[in-house]
């Protein structure tokens, strides 16, 4: 028997599990509302007060994907604080975008993508945004031997369970081809 271990995930929270682009006024259904102000020493988002939509079905999807799970978000360690209990999610461990967090790159590929591809290091993964672009596959394509999946969310809608059907196919094919 061979043994195939699971493909990893790169999970954004704003974007994906937090449609932050829905009207502000309109929490889409199924989810709720949290209110985080995080302190002067966390992340990116230090010192903002923010409004987060979460869906807590999301947790218990994720989980039951097949994937290795990973924070990739300007949340960093304040995802585990924050958004996994809401989901039900245990502490996943993050990708640690050190000098690469929110730094602009003049090629036009996203500060995660070098950083994810890095992680990985040939492992198959998915990567779950809302912010990919052309630039993104073909650096992937260009630097990662194995298959990836950069799979795009709309910031207005999040998740819907067409999503996670796309990437529990993926993740049977991604398995399919290592054996
Ligand atoms: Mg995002």
């Keep these: 028997m061979t043994y195939v271990s699971r493909p990893l995930l790169y999970l954004d929270v704003d974007g994906p599990l937090n449609p932050y682009a829905a009207q502000p006024e309109r929490r889409p259904p199924g989810y709720t509302t949290l209110r985080v102000t995080l302190g002067p020493d966390r992340s990116a988002l230090s010192g903002r007060t923010l409004r987060v939509w979460l869906a807590p079905w999301h947790g218990p999807a994720l989980l039951d994907l097949g994937y290795e799970l990973y924070w990739a978000t300007t949340w960093m360690a304040d995802a585990?604080?924050?958004?996994?209990?809401?989901?039900?999610?245990?502490?996943?461990?993050?990708?640690?975008?050190?000098?690469?967090?929110?730094?602009?790159?003049?090629?036009?590929?996203?500060?995660?993508?070098?950083?994810?591809?890095?992680?990985?290091?040939?492992?198959?993964?998915?990567?779950?945004?809302?912010?990919?672009?052309?630039?993104?596959?073909?650096?992937?394509?260009?630097?990662?031997?194995?298959?990836?999946?950069?799979?795009?969310?709309?910031?207005?809608?999040?998740?819907?369970?067409?999503?996670?059907?796309?990437?529990?196919?993926?993740?049977?094919?991604?398995?399919?081809?290592?054996?």
């Design 80 to 179: 585990n604080r924050w958004i996994a209990p809401v989901l039900g999610l245990p502490e996943l461990p993050y990708v640690d975008f050190g000098d690469a967090l929110l730094s602009e790159r003049p090629d036009g590929v996203h500060w995660k993508t070098a950083a994810l591809v890095d992680h990985a290091a040939g492992r198959p993964f998915a990567w779950v945004d809302d912010e990919q672009s052309a630039l993104d596959g073909e650096y992937v394509a260009g630097h990662h031997p194995a298959p990836a999946l950069l799979h795009h969310v709309s910031p207005r809608l999040g998740l819907r369970p067409a999503d996670f059907e796309t990437l529990a196919e993926w993740s049977t094919d991604a398995r399919d081809a290592a054996t």
